[in-house]
């Protein structure tokens, strides 16, 4: 019965084994039959001339330059603000290209910014002052401390000689023209900078006469007097004697009266002062 049913399963599996090549011959045969288009291949042919880019149509294109606002181009005339907390007579390239035609007297020049703030500081008078930093693809970075701007050479000479500031004998100001330094000078000035902190200002003092004080309008002090009063103090004095038995023997009575004088007294018992009872002391001799 077993082996019966063993044959029984291989029969099966054998017959779902050919049922499904017969469906994938059928298949494959049906693909066959229907697959009747060829592959059509198509070459284009590269040019080797070059075409040839009109600058009119370039121009009028609408998507050129979209990433400007992304990637900004290369702006030469970008100048720096030079780091540091410049003094107010630091100038920039506005100064500059102002006064490009005008001449200047150079005093010193140096590397640290200090040195100038710190000579600026002994000046007493700083208002024609003016300093500036030159820097550039060959220029060592320095810091030129100049007095005054004139309108030529002679005048810058002229001022030149008059100038008492106490250099260092090593120190040899000139004069030099201001066009000079406009490849040098890229910087913001300080009186370029809105609301900056390091604005100079100047206070002028005027004499104000005092005001004069009426002393007959100002209320006179009120002088408090004193309120005096004499007042008596009486005193009784009872001197009682005894024997040893404890009866009275003797009895003396004294009465005597103490000025006190002017005294000060409260105003809290200026309407209610009392009399001062009389104080009655008794001695008694316990020996007699």
Known sequence: MRAVRLNWQNIRQYIWLIGGLLCLLVALIFW????TKSLVTTENPIEDSQVQIQSEKVTATTHLGSLTDEVRPLEQTTR???SGNHGVEFRGTKFIQENKKNWTLELFRTTDEDIIKSFLLKQIDRK?????????????EQYVLAYGVFKSDAEAKTQLTQLSLGLPASVHPKAIQIDQYVPLVN?????????????????????APLPII?????????????????????TKTTITRKDQQG??????RSQ?????????????????????????????????
Not at 32 to 35: E, I, K, Y
Not at 190 to 205: H, R
Not at 272 to 281: D, F, I, S, W
């Open 214 to 234: 009426d002393e007959t309008l100002l209320p006179k002090p009120v002088v408090a007097s004193p309120i005096t009063s004499a007042m008596e103090t009486a």
């Open 247 to 252: 009866q009275v023997v003797d009895v003396q």
């Open 187 to 207: 910087d913001l000035g300080a009186d370029e900078m809105q609301g900056g902190s390091n604005k100079l200002y100047e206070v002028k003092l005027k004499s």
């Open 128 to 140: 024609n002052f003016i300093y500036f930093r030159l820097s550039g693809e060959n220029q060592a």
């Open 80 to 82: 720096m603000v030079a």
């Open 32 to 35: 066959v039959m229907t697959d």
């Open 256 to 288: 005597s009266t103490v000025n006190q004088g002017q005294a000060e007294q409260p105003k809290a018992k200026e309407n209610g002062a009392a009399e001062k009872k009389p104080v009655q002391h008794e001695i008694s001799d316990p020996f007699n």
